[in-house]
Structures are given as structure tokens and as C-alpha cells.
């Protein structure tokens, strides 16, 4: 059974920074895609980051340079690691996994960060 397990949300002040993590489990990790998303309080769910199987990355133009994506096929997780937060970095973080032709999400780990 695919699980993603979001971990390392939490309350920071502004210009701090966060860890986050997706551990993934049910398939095989090491070939997926994985996504990073967030929704804010009364916004849509918009892209964060992207890695792929080979390492490669991409994010969202607006938070280039402040935060990373990587991944551990090792321990079938991937991280966010999430720099000079702002306030308007406050909602809830989604991984996503591309399985094959189908997409699965975890639970989401919420992030608030206060000025």
C-alpha cells in the first residue's frame, strides 16, 4: 500500500528556517517523481518543487534560493529544507509521489510562521 508521511512542520519566526520530510513507502521510491505542494488558508494548492529520479530539480519561481528539495533513496524519503521563511510561507505542505500513469499524496504537515 503507497504511503507518503509528511514530518517537520511547525510554528518559526520569520526568517528562520524548517526541515521538512516525506517518507515514502509501497513502491519504488527510487524511480518516482516527487513534488512538493502547499496550500495557504484560503488559497489553491500550488506547486512548491519537483525532484526527479535522477536528482534533478525544479521550484516554483518565487521561492528559488530560499528553499531545496532533495532525496534519500536510501531511507525512501525526500526533504524540503525551507530558509528566510515569511510569513506568506504559512500553509500546509503536501508531498506528492508519481507512481507509473497514477499520483498520490500524503496528509500534509502544516508550517506557520509568525512576523
Known amino acids: 500500500q503507497v504511503q507518503l508521511v509528511e514530518s517537520g512542520g511547525g510554528l518559526v519566526q520569520a526568517g528562520g528556517s524548517l526541515r521538512l520530510s516525506c517518507a515514502a513507502s509501497?513502491?519504488?521510491?527510487?524511480?518516482?517523481?516527487i513534488n512538493w505542494h502547499r496550500q495557504a488558508p484560503g488559497k489553491q494548492r500550488e506547486w512548491v518543487a519537483t525532484?526527479?529520479?535522477?536528482?534533478?530539480?525544479d521550484y516554483t519561481g518565487s521561492l528559488k534560493g530560499r528553499f531545496t528539495i532533495s532525496r534519500d533513496n536510501g531511507k525512501n524519503t525526500v526533504y524540503l529544507q525551507m530558509n528566510s521563511l515569511k510569513p506568506e510561507d504559512t500553509a500546509v505542505y503536501f508531498c506528492?509521489?508519481?507512481?507509473?500513469?497514477?499520483?498520490?499524496w500524503g496528509q500534509g504537515t502544516q508550517v506557520t510562521v509568525s512576523s
Open positions: 525532484i526527479d529520479r535522477h536528482g534533478s530539480t
Open positions: 509501497g513502491f519504488s521510491f527510487a524511480f518516482a517523481r
Open positions: 506528492r509521489a508519481f507512481i507509473g500513469s497514477q499520483d498520490r
